[in-house]
């Protein structure tokens, strides 16, 4: 990193960091130093100081009185206005892909669901995380509403430390049924059904405990 443009060197900062909170690699109150991650990333503390900010704006990350940056607590309220939120965004970003739904993306969310039950009989949280936002992602992709799936991301991204604790504790408990559900739903163009199953699979994902 150390020999790119400085603002390559924060975008890839920012991006790293973005992916690990998003995904489940960082639990909810876990602090960070400026020094440490620069140690990490092997960057000077600028760039790191620039990620951080747009991760502390974006709500991923939280900064005290004194500068000190780290991960939201796990909080009752905030998972519940999170939940919330994605309850309303996620079956209207499913129903408007509808349209645009096609034999192919069928097949590859197929492969998808495969590869989220090997991350869960492999008791792998991290993977099931990515894989099962990528799941969402790629049918949301087809909504063709960058502003609302701009939005769903930071909830996303907000979630992700409560989610590495729930996915952790519960993992086992998880499984591929709301995803087949998904699937039987748009091969058929079932927009009820859809609205059902994508609701069932954010209240398991974020009650199982």
Known sequence: MKDEPSVAIHEAVYRSLRSKIMFGEIEPGRVFSIRGLA????????????????????????????????????????????????????????VRAVPRVHSALIERLSLMKQLILKMIKTENSEGYIRTNIEFHKTLYLRAQAPAMLALLETVWLQSGPTMAV??????????????????????????IDLVQSIKDTISINSSIS
Do not use: C, Q
Not at 77 to 88: H, V
Not at 176 to 190: C, F
């Open 39 to 94: 140690t990490e990333f092997k960057v000077s503390m600028t760039p790191i100081r620039e990620a951080t900010r747009r991760l502390v704006a974006e709500g991923a990350l939280t900064m005290s009185n004194s500068g000190r940056i780290s991960a939201p607590l796990n909080n009752s309220i905030r998972r519940e206005e999170l939940l919330s939120i994605r309850l309303l965004l996620e079956p209207e970003l499913a």
């Open 166 to 191: 729930t996915v952790k504790k519960d993992l086992n408990k998880f499984s591929t049924s709301y995803h087949s559900d998904i699937l039987s739903a748009l091969r058929v163009g079932n927009r």
